[in-house]
């Protein structure tokens, strides 16, 4: 069964959906609630941003110790909230479609290896 798509209006700034990355900074000063301009850690956490026009009310922020954890800490909190995200078309290269479209997704699933969809 097809999925129900619904279309609704949203207003300036409610358009785009925002993940925030925040890095922590405590202790890096020496003195107490100080901080040392532009310098943080390379850890902190991944939070989604409320948005009224998307139906998005933030979970518990995710958190990262490395640089190397942000991409996936991203794509859970995406999955997290429902977020679908669609390939534009500079991605395509990344993707090899299937010679043959004899498949039951019709050859367009990123998992399609020689006519069979896994």
């Known amino acids: 069964m097809a999925e129900s798509i619904e279309f609704r209006e949203a207003k300036y700034g409610e358009r785009m959906i925002e993940v925030r990355i925040r890095f922590w900074t405590d202790e890096i000063a020496e ?19 409320r948005n009224e026009s998307h139906g998005i009310t933030p979970k518990n922020p995710r958190p990262f110790n490395s640089l ?11 999955i ?37 969809c896994l």
Request: overall charge positive; some cysteine; proline content about 4%.
């Open 80 to 116: 997290q909230h429902g977020i679908k995200l669609h390939r534009i078309s500079r991605m395509w290269k990344y993707f090899k479609l299937p010679t043959s479209t004899n498949s039951a997704c019709g050859g367009y699933s990123l998992f399609c290896l020689r006519g069979r």
């Open 31 to 49: 003195g107490e609630g100080q901080i040392k301009p532009k310098h943080a850690w390379t850890s902190g956490v991944v939070r989604m941003q």
């Open 68 to 78: 190397m954890d942000i991409p996936g800490v991203v794509e859970k909190v995406l």
